[in-house]
């Protein structure tokens, strides 16, 4: 069967001969803990937090294996508990990635990410949420759906994402300042909204900075906003 540009979408086209329609549509991710991710279209993904909730049950059953003798038939009864109870997680964790993932490359054909040093993130005071988000695993299947599907992905320098304005100029924030107001566009969002904007135009100057490498060059959005 030959596919030609014309051909009407339909999902099971992709799942019969890997094929995906052109799409024009971009998108920045914004990657947190207070929310999963928020895009630059301002959607919002909620962090479900596997581990979070599946640690009273974890506690319990891990007392339970530190109660029992070693090798014992209850030792092993418990101990297959606690397996199995991380790879409850584990799954549950891997299905939300998926789906998401599949999700963002169906829909755009430009996405842009932060380039974030995740181990270093993870030896802090945040150490077990930042595992339970598993970003690092997240980006890896947005990166290999994004080169099956023919999108283009882009990680860019996760410095100071927050700090500016899309529309370049500074607009300092602390840690706790969830809001985002710019004296000079009149832009005002969610501290997250703003970064994912941020990241955005930082991967739209890249691919247009480096044509022979990530391939044509898009416009760059105007980001210019009303008080």
Known sequence: ME???????????FRIHGWR????????????????????????????????TAQKKLRVAQRHVSR???RSGGWRKASRLVAQLHRHVF?????????????????????????LNVKGLAGGMLAKSVQDAAWSSFIAKLSYKAESADRLLVKVNARGTSQPCPCGAPVPKKLWDRWHQCAACGLKTTRDQASALEILRR???????????????????SFSYGA
């Open 91 to 115: 799954h549950q964790r891997n299905d939300f990635q998926h789906k998401r993932s599949r999700e963002l490359v169906n829909n755009h054909g430009f996405i842009a990410v932060e380039d």
């Open 203 to 221: 991967g739209l100057r890249l691919r247009t900075e480096t044509p022979t490498i990530a391939g044509a060059a898009l416009e760059a959005p």
């Open 68 to 70: 029992c003798s070693k």
């Open 21 to 52: 329609p052109a799409n024009d549509s971009v998108v920045g991710i914004d990657v947190g803990l207070e929310s999963f991710a928020v895009t630059s279209d301002g959607e919002i993904v909620d962090n479900p937090r596997w581990f979070r």
């Open 3 to 13: 596919i030609t540009a014309t051909h009407t979408w339909d999902e099971s086209l």
